[in-house]
């Protein structure tokens, strides 16, 4: 079984580490993490621009906890 990567996934892969690494560095995810909401809304506005809006947390989930790219790394 072929477990590579194909290369929309790839590239999906490399777009949301862009994102992660630029928008929500250490420091932002713990201000995010430490408010009240413990989630930032407008972050999440992002995701369907690369077709990730079918990502399915529960919502117990927090900010902490709700890492989308780790299935790709």
Do not use: Y
Not at 27 to 37: F, G, L
Not at 40 to 55: I, Q
């Amino acid at each position: 079984m072929n477990f590579d990567l194909t290369e929309e996934q790839q590239m999906l892969n490399d777009s949301l580490r862009r994102f992660v690494t630029n928008e929500l560095g250490f420091e932002r995810r713990a201000e995010v993490i430490a408010s009240s909401k413990g989630t930032d809304p407008a972050t999440w506005l992002h995701w369907p621009k690369w077709g990730c809006s079918g990502l399915a947390f529960p919502r117990t989930t927090t900010a902490s906890v709700a890492t989308p790219w780790t299935p790709w790394w």
